[in-house]
């Protein structure tokens, strides 16, 4: 019952930037945008996450809609150890009410030589 | 600041036998999460526990599963007479608050001879 909807497989080549989408179309206003991704079997690693505003870190970019139905993970210059599942999930950032965390099955990035 | 610690990492028990699956959460975090993560499948949430309650227990099995977390000393997934099903890696995340991000360990791996 994730709320959001990935592509299950992508491939990038070494250097180049990976564009990873993620639908979020019942997404609701106090909702954020969230991205993890999990190398390999190892515990997932949170990479981004943001509300409306595009936001940049040293991992990623994150580019979402202005009606916030749809964002993109960008990986600037990617390397082969950026080969993962990268999870798209949506959460809300207040104390008031609780919400279960729900990972899909992510998209599993190949990056190539 | 120590991340989240799972222990055992590795752990093989026999059919009929208990498995008790250790999560210490980082420094000042009140609430933790179990998931389950079978091979090449994403994800599974299991339960969100805040100390001393359990909260939210929608994704446990209805036998033989059980979680808790103490006010003193790690939260414990307990598996009772396990079959070969439960194998499967069970990784802990935990978060300052209800919302916000989660901070994954690496997980326990369990193996049901």
């Known amino acids: 019952d994730a709320k959001t909807t990935q592509p299950t497989s992508m491939d990038c080549a070494e250097g180049r930037a990976a564009n990873l989408p993620c639908n979020h179309s019942?997404?609701?206003?106090?909702?954020?945008v969230y991205w993890y991704r999990q190398i390999h079997s190892q515990g997932p690693q949170y990479i981004i996450h943001?509300?409306?505003n595009n936001e940049t870190n040293e991992m990623a970019s994150l580019i979402i809609t202005e009606d916030r139905k749809s964002s993109t993970l960008i990986l600037p210059h990617a390397t082969l150890r950026d080969t993962a599942v990268y999870y798209c999930?949506?959460?809300?950032?207040?104390?008031?009410?609780?919400?279960?965390?729900?990972f899909g099955i992510g998209t599993k990035l190949q990056v190539i030589p | 600041n120590a991340g989240v610690m799972q222990n055992p990492r590795h752990l093989v028990r026999r059919r009929g036998q208990e498995a008790r699956l250790r999560c210490s959460p980082m420094k000042g975090h009140s609430h933790v999460y179990w998931y389950r993560q079978l091979p090449e499948e994403g994800l599974k949430f299991m339960v969100y526990l805040q100390k001393e309650n359990i909260i939210d227990e929608s994704g446990m099995p209805k036998e033989r599963f059980s979680a808790e977390f103490p006010k003193e000393g790690p939260s414990i997934l307990r598996i009772q007479q396990v079959v070969r099903g439960d194998s499967a890696a069970y990784f802990c995340?935990?978060?300052?608050?209800?919302?916000?991000?989660?901070?994954f360990g690496e997980g326990s791996r369990l193996t049901v001879l």
């Open positions: 999930i949506v959460r809300v950032l207040d104390s008031g009410g609780y919400q279960k965390v729900t």
């Open positions: 995340a935990s978060s300052p608050e209800r919302t916000g991000e989660l901070f």
């Open positions: 943001g509300l409306k």
């Open positions: 019942t997404i609701s206003g106090n909702e954020y």
